[in-house]
């Protein structure tokens, strides 16, 4: 065995089982010249001591020199000269000069975390190799200060070892440490002489010594970042130590600029991430470095807090906050590292503001090394962050502002007061709107409607409406302007006190907020204006109640110390509160945020999480609203029995892409959202076939299902090259037709908000008290910057919080507990990377059916064809190159071989109107093939076959599809394309139904084209008139009298088979 005291040379030493070699040096006592200053004076101080030495880290007392800088060794690298493999991939060879700016390299960058040092100075002996087997040679020898490596078998076993042990509990640990203790036992005996077996723990001490448990097992050399507390209740380790950590372990970082030049795949190719890049390039030559010879990379940051017990969940819930390098196609799990920790119900502000610090330098250039490829190199690097998904209370948590419930805040990172009344469009606008979504040239632009905002926050007539200066709490007397321009002090733009007769929408900006609190805290410091008129201007910002009272409390003590009454002012004041007021001593007394103030992240780039704001918001509140309207015509029970059994069937299918559950909702989560919006318009389209009772509650629904479907389908197959002007008409169109279904709930059954009147019962709508639906506007601007909604899909930033919670159940609310629980999890990362890179490729269990999670594969033909019958749902598989459509079942000769059924479409001429905006046809058996397994797996789309329900009728053989990627079907052909407005089906969908009384009093809207013609008969002009008014009286047949705004004298008759009209913002064409 080995000790401290006698170490042998890695350059002459042999191991039997893995037969290392080295180039052979004539003496053990080795000079190695080291430059302290990192610049060659020629007075070399000289370094001595043995090989051994060059693989550990310095002590705490000895000198070395700075860290290599950017001129000295940019992309330095073995050479193949100095460095190569020969043909065993355990044997290296290379030449000792060549490896000392690396080692000086590590020795600086690794100073204060010497387990990491030691792992990566072994590393450039082997790269991928060395590492890990130095960990196991010192954890089997118990003596840290080695530098031998193992074996390939003693590492293999020993990993394998580790990676099981680290996944079980303690007591699975002890049982499994019996185990091997009696396997060791009863094979000593027969072991044959002279052959040495891996090495394996001989029970629970020598595992805790070897495996996992003190600092010289195999776990507990594990390279990992140092953690350190930020507050009692936060910790956090540096993401630079991160990046250093990754890149030398070899992590596949996908650069915007790497070694193949400008990528553009994914993130990579947002206009986001080309500011970006323009942005490093620029810090790092103004920095003095070279801009064409640098790495670049992205940042993506997330937090968000999560249960840890069902139990007092305020205080047993955690907040974390993960950093994603290099995203592409998406945030991937294993480039997703944790960097804090804290307790949820703390202010995370704090945390977040010096992890920005952090984060900022990155961007003018690091010198780094780099395990790529099987090489070491010295590599100069930029990291930019690219954004900061979160969720709306994560969001206003760290920006400091309203949250989504706010009057003024219901739209993301926008202000501006809701009016139920005049933000949605009115019937000509909404009309407008449908016309452009078609390409319809037959009507003209409305432009800026005098009636409503149409949905736009940005100013417009109709805002003069919304948002009017009404009440005396608005501040309406204005500041000295020369006092402002003294105290460096401007007005906001749009909030100039006095106010024009209304306040304009703005979008925020954190340097707009600044200007905001500055004038107010101002105005309120010289007594020009008094605490409630402030609370009131601050609250046109949409500032959080923590900024205003923060700015209240910092001028009540400007005015006693510095201010004072006017007659009282002492000479001066000025200058003193000049300084004062001045953005930095703000954000020191904690008055201005430090989010406000850093410059890495614009509040733009706080943006929407898919997830969140689709399927966990709008989608669900879709779910209780559709529930609750159909409860007020007590039909659910009856809906129940007749979907229910359909979506028990979907659910056996156990597809990936469809985890669908029964009705009612109990305890779901995302992926059964999901799920749940691929089949709604399919469910929604039994329910008023078969059941529904209301028709013009009925027609209304249906224009709001498949409106839902036209958006959510655009919204996630759109990318940054997509039509902005369409994508916003989808939404507004989707809005409108929320706005029109509102009218049908039973709105005195529904409770109201605390401290809420019964007059404004109808802000208690679920499409206004949230704002996740007006918010959906914000994706459009978002996927035009930064790219598809996929990629920043918080499903995958989630999956982080998986691997903490188990390590979280018995929380203890300490700094210390927080620490050791973000270095376990940093260990058990890295030791995953470590492991699989070891076990190229990784270990993976063989899985017979993982080729069919995302479809279905039946017994036999017969049960398919039962199915066809029946009218059972049945998923399908279309292959890319002939659009055919098949049925897997069975299996062929070999194993990779499947059986399917080819299936045809043949197309009914279904009423669409009763199909909430889905094509029917027919379904025919053809020809038994075969098709190899890969083919199901790269070379088609998944879907399933869906059933026209009936209750009274036979199945009469007629299908829709829903599938994997939101695809329908089109026009009579086989071909699948993204969900879309149709001028056929959306005229089918709006047209009146049969109506009732039930519409008396309703408003609506026409549009009448005219042609002016002088008395000759000649035409001088042409266009269109818009006519607004209400249903006031029932003729019986399909006729009402309509009563028009303006003209209370003029009555008319009209016929809904005659005219186009317009029906609660709903439209129907002319």
Known sequence: MHSSSHRTSPSNAVDDNDDIMMDTIDDDEVEFPFCPDGQDDGQHDEVVGTVDDLWLPLSDTSEFGQEVTYEDFVNDTFSSGSYYSSQSSDQTYFEWNAILPFVRHLRSVFRHNPVACRYFLQEIRCCGRAGIQSVVHRATEGDLYLSDLAGTEDTTSLLLLTKIMTSLSVQDRAHLMKYLEGVVNAIIPIIIPGKKMPRIPNGPKDSWKVVIGSDTSVYGQIPHEAVKEVDRNHVSLSVNDMINTQMALGADLNFIVGDNGRDRTGINGTPEAEAALARMRHKIQANGGDPDNTLYGLIAIWSDGFVVSWVKQKDNSCWTLTVTLCPTEGMNPKDTHAIALGLSKYDHSYTVSQIMKQLEPLENGIVRLWSSGGRLRLVNTAFAVICYPADKPERGSLTSTLGHTGNTSKRGNYVGRWSTQFIPSCARCSSNLVMRALNNDSIIDVGTCEQCCDWSYTDRKGWEKAWPVTSDTYPSEPLDETLMQELGIKWPENRKVPFESYIKPMEQTFSWLIEGVKVALLALAIRIWNKGQTTAYLNSFAVSTKVIKATVSDADTLYKEIVGAARHRREGWQDNLKQLLTTTALTSRGVIPEMWVQKLVSLSCFIELPMHEIFLGAIQTIYEVIEEYIKSNKEWEKFLAMVNPFLTEIKLFRLSWCKLEPLPKSSWISENWIAYMRCLPWLVGIYIRNIGSDEVGNAALARLIHTLDVMVSQLMCADQNCDEEKLTLSIKIFLNCCVEFSNHLDRKKRKRRKNQSPESQKDADPFYVKGNFISLLNLVRQIKRFGKLVWYWDGNLEKGIQSLKPNLGRLRKTSKFLRTKLIGVRKDQIFGRIFDSWNSPPLQAKNSHDWFGRTYRFQNEQEINERLIEGQPLPFVQRKDDNRFMIPFGQGKSEDDIHFLSISLIFNNIPRETCVGQFYCSLA??????????????????????????????????????????????????????????????????????????????????????????????????????????????????????????????????????????????????
């Open 925 to 1070: 058996a053809g020809l038994v093939g075969t098709i190899k397994r890969e083919t199901l797996i790269n070379g088609v789309k998944y879907g399933v076959f869906l059933p026209n329900v009936s209750k009274d009728e036979d199945f009469d053989n007629s299908w829709t599809i829903m599938t994997e990627q939101r695809e329908v079907l089109r026009g009579d052909s086989n071909e699948l394309s993204c969900q879309c407005h149709q001028e056929d089906m959306m005229k089918s969908l709006f047209a009146p139904s049969t109506v009732s009384r039930n519409l008396i009093g309703r408003k609506i809207g026409m549009v009448f084209a005219f042609t002016e013609k002088d008395k000759d008969g000649h035409e001088i002009g042409n266009g269109f008139q818009y006519y607004n008014g209400s249903i006031s009286a029932w003729m019986g047949r399909g006729t009402f009298e309509i009563q028009w705004d303006g003209d209370s004298t003029s009555i008319e008759k009209l016929r809904l088979q005659d005219y186009g009209l317009f029906i609660e913002n709903g439209w129907i064409l002319v």
